[in-house]
T-cell receptor, first 114, second 110 residues
Framework: GAVVSQHPSRVICKSGTSVKIECRSL??????MFWYRQFPKQSLMLMAT?????????EQGVEKDKFLINHASLTLSTLTVTSAHPEDSSFYIC??????????FGAGTRLSVL | KNEVEQSPQNLTAQEGEFITINCSYS?????LHWLQQHPGGGIVSLFM???GKKKHGRLIATINIQEKHSSLHITASHPRDSAVYIC????????????FGEGTQLTVNP
């Protein structure tokens, strides 16, 4: 099956720093990538949808200046959490799609902001 | 009321038992997905269905479009099946966008 690599798997950072998370489709070209956030014991919450070469579409309530998404190529999307604060601590997971409605998920990134 | 509802929320079984997890949805869909999330957080796509039934190893997924209902069955359950199982749907006009159920935490004891 198709493989989506997400890196890093875990990051611990100090409050005020920025963290970049990468999502790569390894063996297919992803026209659309999705970024999700998951709080403990809760389901995934869609943060934004990104299409290659265009600006991401953010869900209501998600700060676009806080969560910067770049989808510069058909195999790479990045999520940058800017000026991270403890309330940004969460599990972030990406998925990639080439042929809707099929999505392939990354392994996720656990962010802890001290 | 959520667009996608799963039952039960939590399920504990003994090794070898037959397990059923249910998913009901209230919108028109183009596809329904069953996903498995392990304790580490990574998500694996188990099935994508738009009609009928699919089988992969000990896992069987069925969908009834008229009743807006799907079931995931696990035969001869094993402790390694312990995970959160998530039902998700693509709305008819949503393209790739998924709407998720709350998930079912399955624990299989040896």
């Amino acid at each position: 099956g198709a493989v989506v690599s997400q890196h890093p798997s875990r990051v611990i950072c100090k409050s005020g720093t920025s963290v970049k998370i990468e999502c790569r489709s390894l063996d297919f070209q992803a026209t659309t990538m999705f970024w999700y956030r998951q709080f403990p014991k809760q389901s995934l919450m869609l943060m934004a949808t990104s299409n290659e070469g265009s600006k991401a579409t953010y869900e209501q309530g998600v700060e676009k200046d806080k969560f910067l998404i770049n989808h510069a190529s058909l195999t790479l999307s990045t999520l940058t959490v800017t000026s991270a604060h403890p309330e940004d601590s969460s599990f972030y997971i990406c998925s990639a799609s080439a042929q809707p409605p099929i999505q392939y998920f990354g392994a996720g990134t656990r962010l802890s902001v001290l | 009321k959520n667009e996608v509802e799963q039952s039960p929320q939590n399920l504990t079984a003994q090794e070898g038992e037959f397990i059923t997890i249910n998913c009901s949805y209230s919108v028109g869909i183009s596809a329904l997905h069953w996903l498995q999330q392990h304790p580490g957080g990574g998500i694996v796509s188990l099935f994508m269905l738009s009609s009928g039934k699919k089988k992969h190893g000990r896992l069987i997924a069925t969908i009834n479009i008229q009743e807006k209902h799907s079931s995931l069955h696990i035969t001869a359950s094993h402790p390694r099946d312990s995970a959160v199982y998530i039902c998700a749907v693509n709305g008819e006009t949503s393209g790739s966008r998924l709407t998720f159920g709350e998930g079912t935490q399955l624990t299989v004891n040896p």
